[in-house]
């Protein structure tokens, strides 16, 4: 994290950035791009991780085959909406 964030960058991709660490550690990355995003900088995590997006993000943007399925609001997303949008469900079909 350290490396990545050196040099204060305008926009931080995160892609997967959990995968194969401890728990300490998911602790710890997610308080840094927290920290980072609360500082004014732009994160955008990719991660297939649900409860990681629900925790990270202010939007959910949800991608099937090349398409946008729905985008859900922070606070507003459920794993079984978001699990239904990335079976290519859009969010109004979810909804209804």
């Known amino acids: 994290m350290a ?3 050196d040099g204060g960058p305008k ?3 995160a892609c997967q950035p959990t995968r194969g ?3 300490r550690g998911i602790a710890f990355i997610h308080q840094c791009l927290l920290d980072y995003r ?3 900088g732009a994160v955008l ?3 297939e991780e649900l409860e990681e997006l629900i925790a990270l993000s202010d939007r959910i943007v949800v991608l ?7 985008e859900v609001a922070r606070g507003s997303a459920e794993i079984e909406e978001l699990g239904r949008m990335m079976l290519g469900e859009t969010r ?3 909804a209804a």
């Open 64 to 70: 099937y085959d090349g398409r946008v399925t729905g």
């Open 38 to 40: 609360e500082a004014g």
């Open 3 to 5: 490396r990545e964030l």
């Open 11 to 13: 926009l931080l991709l």
């Open 21 to 23: 660490v401890d728990i």
């Open 45 to 47: 995590v990719i991660s």
């Open 92 to 94: 109004e079909e979810v």
